[in-house]
């Protein structure tokens, strides 16, 4: 086991993939003799060669487009986003061509889209986003978001390792923030839940950097026994976990980083009411981004990005309903 | 291209008939461009037809009961009752159906081709699309993108004169294949009636792209006959512009030129009609599609299967 930061530990995974199988590319803007806008690739062309890590043009269509070519003659493409923001000029790809490939036709679409995404350092509209709604509501797209170290690695080679097209959330903001201890070679982490935390007080459910938000906000409530559940997977949607989770603790607090009205914490929020509405003690809270796009001046950010106060209130009120 | 014709004849009839759910698009017109392209392929060359592109499918080895099924919505066509129409593909023939979206199947073509390039392997990929489709962005970023790598692909733009109701006068002013030189493409026109001027052209791209030359883009100059679908009587095309692409139809040329070898038509037309008989009838008799099959399929639970390999009919290639 070596300590590796959530940014290292998904260079690792593409280094053990690309080490593995000569199928897998990766595509993307600046992503060769740069090593990527954040240097999650940086190595790479110097190990691979620029056969197989491919600066292409400042073509969104055309990386996922040309990806999904590639992996239906045998590839294992890996595309980057430069932010994830930039997906939206890829929309239609994923959307209409790869999600949809393989009930119109059988014919899976192997391909893995790396999404640096997420906000908290100034990033303004365009650098900050949390895109994951829009592809939730798709078929045919698996999309993950891990929030340590360990599962970042795991999750990218389950995903480079998947037949289905797969959108990988990394947030930008726990590149370097976030450490911890990752298994050397290959191993692929399950679609599934972690707990993160036990308790049967309350469950806080999370994903990306807001499971590190929340596990602040429930240190600050020693008092109560306070569940964390890290989703790691918003699409499979690892349902028996929530709904174990909520007949265990009968209350429930839903967080995420994207624009509230239609973020998968309404989907959870809906899942539960449907399936374990007997089971709760309280109203299910959500807190979330409201739905503006992220301001850039640091004090409007933090007024927008859900808090670690915001969420300990959310949970101190609900512990007292 | 009789066979492309006389099974759009059909589906035409079934679809009067209100026997082909949806909406019922036809190549009529356009045939020698798709035919003759795609008997420039090798059987390892993937194509990625449109919507006018039957015969493209037939020279692949898609069999006109599948397509014919397939128009029906049964289970035994080639999308599985998925897909309508023209949006379809046997992917283990290596044709890749289309989507709506277009031309998003030209940077998917690019990305086969680049696959081809990095594993040397000796194929190239083929994507048709129409005028309209050069407006896209998507048409740029394919194009830019295949001559930066220098991928062996080759793209056939279908000219016929409308993107739906829209005349190309008023889709572009410069020509596109005269873009292609602005890429570093060399691009190249060619009669779409005229199969053999179609499949000669297809043939040298092919030649050039397995040589390391890069891409190609042909312009095959063609007319769209019918409307953009059998919903559109498309009365804002001039009569007379019709009937003078009429005296240029591509089958009635085809003919000319075989009867004066002294091949018999008549016997081939006699034996595509019988074909296409049959396979009506095969069709018809299949089961309907399952409801309980609509949900699942959604993702692959296996290991990815690639496009297959298809049916290369030209002499060349035997």
Known sequence: MAQLTYLEAISDALRVAMDEDERVILLGEDIGVHGGAFKVTDGLLARFGADRVIDTPISEEAIVGGAVGAAIVGMRPVCEMQFADFVACAFDQ?????????????????????????????????????????????????????????????????????????????????????????????????????????????????????????????????????????????????????LTAVRDCSKVVIVDEANYTCALGAQVSSLIAERAFEHLEGPIVRVATPDVPIPFAPALERAVLPSVERIRDACDELLAY | MLLHRAIEERGVSLYKQGKVPGSFYDGRGQEATCVGAAFALGPGDPVCPLIRDLGAHLVKGTSPRAILAHYLGRPAGVSAGREGNVHFGDASLGVLGMVSMLPDMMPVAVGMALAFKLRGEARCALALFGDGATSVGDWHEAMNFAAVQNVPAIFVLENNGYAYSTPSSRQFVVNPVERAAAYGMLGVSVDGNDVEAVFETVRQARERALAGAGPTLISADTMR?????????????????????EKRDPIKLQRKRLVALGVDVAEIEAGVAIEVDQATTEALAMPLADPATATTGVFSTSEAIPLGIGLAPWSGFR
């Open chain 2, 225 to 245: 006959m019918h409307g953009h679908g059998l919903h559109d009587d498309a009365r804002y095309v001039p009569p007379e512009q019709l009937a003078e692409w």
């Open chain 1, 94 to 242: 994923i959307v209409n061509v790869a999600g949809k490939l393989h009930y119109r036709l059988g014919l899976a679409a192997p391909i893995v889209v790396r999404l640096p995404s997420g906000g908290g350092f100034s990033g303004g509209p365009y650098h900050s986003q949390s895109p994951e709604a829009w592809f939730l509501h798709s078929p045919g797209l698996k999309v993950l978001a891990p929030s340590s170290a360990e599962d970042a690695k795991g999750l990218l080679l389950a995903a480079i390792a998947d037949p289905n097209p797969v959108l990988f959330l990394e947030h930008k903001n726990l590149y370097r923030r976030v450490r911890g201890e990752v298994p050397e070679g290959s191993y692929e982490t399950p679609f599934t839940a972690r707990t993160v935390r036990e308790g049967d007080d309350l469950v806080v459910i999370a994903y990306g950097a807001m499971v590190h938000t929340a596990l602040e906000a429930i240190g600050q409530l020693p008092d109560a026994s306070i569940r964390l559940l890290d989703l790691r997977s918003l699409a499979p949607l690892d349902e028996d976990a929530i």
